[in-house]
Every structure is written in structure tokens, then in C-alpha cells.
């Protein structure tokens, strides 16, 4: 995984921790968007790098089973976070729980991989369709 996909991890990370400072009213409004551009554009940078990478980890024989995977995980995951973060707002207040799921996002940068490495070399080279080999 390389420096820049990281650094994409990072900046997909810190937009959500703006939603606290929203005001009522049309200044509000354009925090709102502008948060959210900047969110949903770092995030479509960085996902289908860092799911491209994580493909070429596995074994080919093996990716139906592991997109299968994602995908359930992906949607249980979300499903929980939204009732706990749901829960937490009723607890506290809509704007604590917001704050607390922004400091709790700034931390998931520290998840991914430390290893900065590229796939095997066989894998990357360029195939010689006139040589026959495949």
C-alpha cells in the first residue's frame, strides 16, 4: 500500500469531525456541503484504491467468497454503528455523538497496513501476447 493511499485514508477521516461546528441557517447549510464534498471526494479517491489493493492480497481462486464477505460485514457494520450512534445521541446529545464518532473515525487511519509493498513482480509484468505466453 503506498504513502498517498494513506494519506487519502487520513483526509477521507477528518471531514466528519466538522459536523459539530454546523450552525442554524444558511451558513449552516454550506458547512454542510462543503463538509461533505470534501468527504465524499477524498472517499472516492481512496476506497476502490484501497479495495483494488486488498483484492491483489488474496487468492484468486478465493475473491468471490471474500467480496461476499465485505459485503455482509460492510452492511452489518453499518447497521450497528448507526443504532449505537443512535443510542448515543439519545443518551447525550445529537452533537456529542457526532463528536465522538468524528474523534473515533481520526483513529482508523492507525488500522491499516504499516507495510508499504506492491505486488509479486510476476504479477506485474507485461504479457507478451506474441510469444503465446499467458
Known sequence: MSRRCCAHSALRVCWSLGLVFIQPGWVGLITVVLIELGLITCASIYN???????????????????????????????????????????????????????????ATPLLLPRRFSTPPAAENEPVDLAKGSV
Open 48 to 106: 476502490p484504491v484501497f479495495a483494488a489493493y486488498r483484492l491483489n492480497a488474496i487468492d484468486p481462486t478465493r475473491r468471490a467468497r471474500v467480496l461476499s464477505a465485505w459485503s455482509i460485514g460492510t452492511s452489518l457494520s453499518i447497521a450497528a454503528i448507526t443504532v449505537l450512534g443512535g443510542v448515543l445521541a439519545e443518551l447525550t446529545t445529537a452533537r456529542t455523538a457526532i463528536g465522538l464518532a468524528g474523534v473515533l473515525l481520526l
